[in-house]
């Protein structure tokens, strides 16, 4: 069908257009499927995109903290679970009836405990990264910024409060050794209080890098995102606006022939 008629042919191209371009919308489910349908909007929703991106990026790196602070803190627990010990060990040794045989049991009972503090000093490590050999400060980006998890050379500050000396031989040295055992469980008590506010810190950041996340991914959704009950809507029009056009391109046809064979 050839038609004449200019505008009617314009009319029946923009109706075809807009068909193709709803239906391409519906296909995708996406209002913006390139810089043609909103260059404003394209460009916006790429950089919420890229944003998303690094936050859930950002978050994995602050719960990995979480987990790294965790394993610190149950290593600091489980030396603090053996310095218990001894203190109850001291308190026992200092008991004046106590004899050399009974002293020596003793001693042999709080060599083991400070061979699982030795142990868990040695042992204590995170994806292959040992948590006590060293003072350090472990930094997790979170895309704004990095939050840190500071951790101890425990075995130099253990030693500097001469917690591997003890002695139980007399009532005199276990009570030296009760006084050195008490400030070694203050020093890790303090350490445990530390990476457990930095474990804090980390899971906060986390919740606060997941929340933006939801709100960008809902911003982004309102930008791109296809209105389908809209989108269908325009759709039925567009279609019959296309059916009208050609309808009425061909009735004009029609009446031209007539007019023509008339005239004939």
């Known amino acids: 069908m050839k038609l004449n008629n200019s505008t009617g042919l314009n009319s029946l191209n923009q109706a075809q257009q807009q068909q193709e371009g709803l239906l391409k919308k519906l296909a995708t489910a996406r209002q913006i499927n390139s810089a043609a349908d909103d260059a404003a909007g394209l460009q916006i929703a790429n950089q919420l995109g890229s944003s998303i991106s690094a936050k859930g990026q950002g ?26 010990e001894l203190n109850r060990l001291a308190v026992v040794a200092g008991n004046g009836i106590y004899g050399a045989q009974e002293r020596q049991a003793l001693q ?33 980006g979170t895309g704004n910024g990095s939050v840190n998890l500071t951790t101890t ?35 890790i008590g303090s350490l445990q209080a530390q990476a457990g506010a930095e474990a804090n810190r980390f899971a906060s950041a986390g919740s606060n890098l997941n929340n933006q996340q939801i709100a960008e991914s809902a911003a982004r ?13 325009d759709k039925t029009a567009a279609d019959i606006l296309s059916q009208s056009s050609t309808s009425v391109a061909m009735q004009a046809r029609i009446q031209q022939q007539q007019a023509l064979t008339l005239l004939g």
């Open 221 to 233: 959704s309102r930008i791109e995102d296809l209105d389908f009950a809209k989108a269908t809507s």
């Open 108 to 140: 042999k009972e709080a060599d083991s405990y400070l061979a699982n503090i030795q142990q868990t000093i040695d042992n204590t490590e995170f994806a292959g990264k040992k948590l006590f050999g060293a003072d350090a400060s472990v930094a997790f």
């Open 59 to 84: 978050e994995r790196n602050a719960y990995d903290g979480v987990s790294l602070a965790r394993v610190y803190e149950q290593g600091l627990q489980g030396i603090n679970d053996n310095l218990g």
């Open 153 to 187: 050379d425990v075995q130099t500050a253990l030693q500097n409060e001469d917690a591997f000396n003890i002695d139980f031989s007399s009532a005199t040295s276990a009570e030296q050794s009760l006084t050195r055992i008490t400030d070694s469980i203050e020093l």
